[in-house]
């Protein structure tokens, strides 16, 4: 019989504007260290060791609760009811057409103005971990029927930070939720992530229209920059003359996870060789957005007041295909009245 043993404790984060009280709980497992604040469900730290044994905390965010009120970057927080952009700001279920916040140019983007990122999460101890709840009202955000949510956060003796979402609904509606973590395998803070490499478990990809949102198409990889097939690193082909990676001044696409929805299967890996750190992002989602965010040079200040500069983190976004609802071919993200929307996330950590 195993005896490991996760550590969990809750810690005063701070009260925010509205008066609500925030805690930090910190999961640890003796080798790796996990923070998750009740403000948005966020992923505040990733603590894991490097090559050289050395702790390195491998997640941007921020050491204050004013700073992820004011956050707009969605730095490690649980995003939803539907993850990445849906276009025009509605969509059409059941022959009803709902009409949601447009918080992205013309599209809705992670839930809108104030999504679950946004919301604090009642929490307790789960086996391994903290379970944290919310239940979002009928008609949030534009969305239909009372849906009650669950995420548990769980350290496993692999060092994974295992992401296990379950909600139900009351009415037809729509569930796509992810997480928004942004990473540097170096340590946040430590210089840009174009030299770190990157394997994606997917044949095609979703192309962008100019809202930034699919276009219906689904496209094979082979011979653009969105080949991830074999290893290579991130920034090899970020600046390719190639409409797409120009347009989104980078990555902000989804790729086609093979495999099959509902099966628990690796979506990408990651490896950073200066720190020796390797990630696997496993899924039981369709689809996986790549971000890559480049922020101007000393733009933002994170934690231990370290400066966030261009290319200074990737996200690897769990996901069904962003504005799904307008295309027949895409599966969509439609939780059923009295069904259970079950899906995990993993991020496993080892050294290369």
Not at 74 to 84: D, I, K, L, P
Request: hydrophobic letters at 30%; charged letters at 20%; aromatic letters at 10%.
């Amino acid at each position: 019989m195993s005896d490991y043993k996760v550590t969990v404790t809750s810690l005063p984060f701070g009260t925010n504007r509205d008066g609500k009280k925030v805690d930090r709980w910190i999961l640890s497992n003796g080798s790796m260290e996990v923070s998750i604040l009740t403000h948005g469900a966020t992923v505040q730290k990733i603590c894991v060791p490097g090559r050289d044994g050395q702790i390195r905390d491998v997640v941007l965010g921020y050491d204050t609760l004013e700073e992820y009120e004011q956050n707009t970057c969605y730095f490690g927080s649980a995003v939803g009811r539907v993850a990445n952009r849906i276009g025009g700001g509605q969509f059409t279920l059941n022959d009803e057409t709902y009409t949601l916040v447009q918080n992205n140019g013309p599209n809705c983007l992670h839930g809108g103005t104030i999504g679950f990122d946004r919301k604090v999460w009642d929490a307790e101890i789960a086996y391994h971990g903290v379970k944290m709840t919310y239940t979002s009202p009928d008609g949030e955000e534009g969305f239909p029927g009372e849906l009650k949510v669950s995420i548990t956060y769980s350290l496993e003796e692999d060092n994974s930070l295992s992401i296990h979402y379950e909600a139900i609904s009351d009415k037809d509606t729509l569930c796509n939720m992810t997480n928004h973590s942004y990473f540097n395998l170096n340590g946040h803070g430590e210089g840009d992530v174009l030299g770190q490499e990157l394997l994606i478990e997917a044949d095609y990809y979703t192309p962008l229209n100019e809202t930034f949102v699919p276009d219906g198409q689904i496209v094979n990889v082979k011979d653009t920059p969105f080949d991830f097939c074999t290893y290579r690193t991130i920034g090899s082909r970020i600046k390719d003359d190639h409409p797409q990676v120009i347009q989104a001044g980078g990555y902000d696409h989804n790729f086609v996870v093979r495999g099959m929805t509902g099966t628990e299967r690796r979506a990408a890996i990651a490896i950073c060789l200066e720190s020796g750190i390797r990630m696997e992002t496993l899924t039981t989602k369709p689809g996986v957005q790549l971000y890559t965010p480049d922020y101007p040079t000393g733009d933002m200040t994170g934690k231990d007041g370290k400066a966030y500069e261009g290319s200074c983190a990737f996200c690897l976004e769990t996901q069904y295909f962003p504005n799904a609802m307008a295309y027949g071919h895409f599966e969509k993200p439609v939780l059923k009245a009295g069904a259970t929307y079950d899906h995990t996330t993993v991020y496993r950590f080892s050294i290369v």
